[in-house]
């Protein structure tokens, strides 16, 4: 987060230099301010692009509405997607981002976890000619935390030596229930639960 109180990342090279990026939108940058990033190369060029997730902002009509920023690696803002499921998006709206080829294309997808009322749900996304679309859901594999509306934290790297990579969901406490226990669950985005 910048000093300025907008969400912004820094990024750093092997020297003393930096780089700031703000998030481009200044209504969220005034009720919130938190950036959430993840890395990965979603178009298939020579560099990463970065995911930025947003925080929630109760209380502001629309504002996150589970969007993301996609901004390539040029520091430029390439696209924006959101999440496709309105209810979530009115109600929270905050996205927890990742990135990983977890379909074993050769190119990384977008992973969007969902925050509280997310109900243990994971939105998995493509990069296509500037748009974020929609590929496939993945729930978590533990019906009382999706009960208790528990949001997720997701990760992916190839944990198992395939060609696709492994979707690692981390979770977080849910209201006065004893879950998450410091449990987390890996799975693959066609085989399930591993």
């Known amino acids: 987060q910048a000093e300025t109180g907008v969400a912004a990342i820094t990024v750093f090279d092997n020297s003393d230099q930096f780089y700031q990026i703000a998030v481009d939108w200044d209504e969220y940058n005034a009720v919130n301010g938190e950036a959430r990033l993840a890395v990965g190369n979603i178009d298939n060029d020579p560099g990463d692009e970065m995911i930025v997730?947003?925080?929630?902002?109760?209380?502001?009509?629309?504002?996150?509405?589970?969007?993301?920023?996609?901004?390539?690696?040029?520091?430029?803002?390439?696209?924006?997607?959101?999440?496709?499921?309105?209810?979530?998006?009115?109600?929270?709206?905050?996205?927890?981002?990742?990135?990983?080829?977890?379909?074993?294309?050769?190119?990384?997808e977008i992973l969007i976890g969902l925050g509280v009322g997310g109900n243990g749900v994971t939105e998995v996304f493509d990069f296509d000619n500037g748009q974020a679309r929609h590929k496939a859901w993945v729930t978590l594999d533990w019906e009382e935390y999706c009960m208790a509306g528990g949001g997720v934290k997701p990760a992916a790297g190839n944990l198992g030596g395939g060609r696709a990579a492994e979707i690692v969901l981390g979770l977080y406490p849910v209201g006065d229930v004893l879950i998450p226990e410091g449990k987390f669950e890996v799975l693959s985005l066609r085989g399930g639960h591993l």
Request: aromatic share 12%; hydrophobic share 25%; glycine share 22%.
């Open 53 to 108: 997730g947003l925080g929630p902002a109760q209380g502001y009509e629309g504002i996150p509405g589970g969007r993301f920023q996609i901004i390539d690696d040029d520091f430029t803002t390439i696209g924006w997607g959101q999440v496709d499921w309105s209810d979530y998006n009115s109600v929270n709206g905050e996205t927890w981002p990742a990135c990983g080829d977890v379909d074993g294309d050769g190119r990384d």
